[in-house]
């Protein structure tokens, strides 16, 4: 299933009246206060966010699932959905594989097939937090802390062999997240535990190519409710700087306990130059991985606003983080809820780019919280929907994605081809 350049331009044609005077209001209005449309547009539209190979199926919960048909089945179709994406917002031109679930037989096929669909591949995740059928210990109780040595060696291999997976596709990171901890008080030796994380990581690490990352991922709790290994952004940061310049903190937006001050967090790490990723998805409670932008739409933006605060250039900030999804629901479409995650990333991306920065430097030194509350919002209410729509128009993207995606009706022809009883691996 491939849309043409054709489907998008007949969709661009009838777009075109509707779009034109919101586009052309929001270009006077931004001139007016001496920002460079062309140039936003063009910031926009080199934004890339990667697409984590685990949501292109029905997610699930414990209590159910329910499956939408026409999931892929395999890498190959994986590949496919993402090209899906990609070619009707040209935004998503990554991929992010999770191995065992994902295991590219013939890498130089799979590159390829990649290539033809106009993407590369983003990090590799190594999955030590399941059992495998072929695998001689188990993980039950922790990977790379795990009290033998054994467990832990076999832990460190297969983070070793994602990385080779990795390389022979292109990759340049390896993302690491631990489900290691305990589930009751006294049960775990908490020193002991990071300290074989550490030492396991040390091996993990010496394998790294030279010009890859390790991220480290942190959670509060879940699958361990009593304490998790790597709980927050501070002992991974500690993970991180004993490891070297190449280890990095990642920040998933779940990964935090209700009210967190996320963009501070960020802003420290970046600060530190040790921020590595994003796993972007958005929550009410916990790691709840709704679509992205859903709940929290202002956070969102503060987050993006640190980060431009913190860089001199954006395109050296937008080349030197790895930005991707992990969100995955079990009522929506999942590639209408990947292009609706894309696009709340990009508008928050957006809307950071219009902060007027030497107005809210003086508000802040002046102390004068309402006006940089003012600036703040100014941007934050910036209906920047006809600068992203232009930007896709521009790349030969579709002006609405989601509304082509139903027009073509695209699900339907995936069920044709996939049938409805195909089930993606992963969560
Ligand atoms: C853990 C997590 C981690 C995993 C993914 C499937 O909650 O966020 O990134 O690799 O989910
Ligand atoms: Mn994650
Ligand atoms: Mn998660």
Not at 44 to 64: D, E, Y
Not at 78 to 85: A, H
Not at 274 to 299: A, M, R, V
Not at 323 to 347: F, G, R, T
């Amino acid at each position: 299933m491939r849309i043409t350049q054709q489907q998008i331009s007949e969709h661009n044609k009838n777009a075109r009246d509707a779009h034109e005077s919101p586009f052309a209001f929001i270009g006077e209005e931004l001139e007016k206060k001496g920002i460079d449309v062309d140039l936003l547009i063009n910031q926009i539209a080199i934004f890339q966010v990667a697409i984590p190979s685990w949501a292109l199926g029905a997610g699930g919960t414990r209590f159910g699932r329910f499956p939408i048909g026409g999931e892929p089945g395999n890498l190959e179709e994986k590949i496919s959905d993402v090209g899906i994406l990609h070619a009707l917002n040209r935004s998503s031109g990554a991929i992010s594989l999770h191995i065992p679930w994902d295991i590219p037989e013939d890498t130089a096929a799979i590159k390829e097939l990649a290539r033809e669909h106009d993407l590369v591949f983003d990090a590799v995740n190594s999955n030590t937090f399941q059992d495998q059928d072929d695998q001689e210990y188990s993980y039950k109780f922790g990977s790379l802390s795990h009290t033998d040595k054994a467990v832990r060696q076999q832990a460190i291999e297969h983070n070793i062999e994602v990385i080779q997976y990795g390389e022979a596709l292109g990759s340049k990171a390896l993302t690491v997240w631990l489900a290691d901890g305990s589930n009751f008080p006294g049960q775990q030796n908490f020193r002991k535990a990071l300290k074989r994380t550490s030492e396991s990581l040390q091996e993990i690490y010496a394998e790294l190519p030279s010009d890859w990352e390790m991220l480290i991922e942190y959670k509060p709790y879940e699958p361990n409710f009593y304490s998790m290994v790597i709980p927050d952004w501070g002992t991974s940061l500690l993970l991180a700087n004993k490891l070297g310049d190449q280890a990095q903190t990642l920040v998933d937006l779940g990964h935090h306990l209700p009210n967190t001050n996320i963009e501070q967090i960020v802003a420290t790490l970046f600060l530190e130059k040790k921020l590595g990723g994003f796993h972007f998805n958005d929550s009410k409670y916990g790691d709840d991985d709704l679509t992205t932008g859903s709940i929290k739409p202002f956070q969102l933006f503060l987050i993006f606003n640190e980060l431009i605060d913190g860089t001199d250039d954006c395109d050296d900030l937008v080349e030197s983080i790895a930005w991707m999804i992990d969100a995955s629901h079990n009522v929506k479409d999942p590639l209408e809820d990947l292009l609706q995650s894309v696009e709340a990333i990009k508008k928050a991306y957006a809307k950071a780019l219009l902060v007027d920065r030497k107005r809210l430097e003086e508000a802040r030194e002046s102390n004068d919280p309402t006006g940089a509350q003012s600036i703040l919002q100014d941007a934050f209410q910036t209906d920047v929907r006809p600068l992203l729509r232009e930007a896709r128009m521009r790349d030969k993207a579709a002006a609405d994605p989601i509304g082509l995606y139903r027009d073509l009706d695209i699900r339907k022809q995936l069920i044709e081809e996939r049938g409805t009883e195909t089930i993606a691996t992963g969560l």
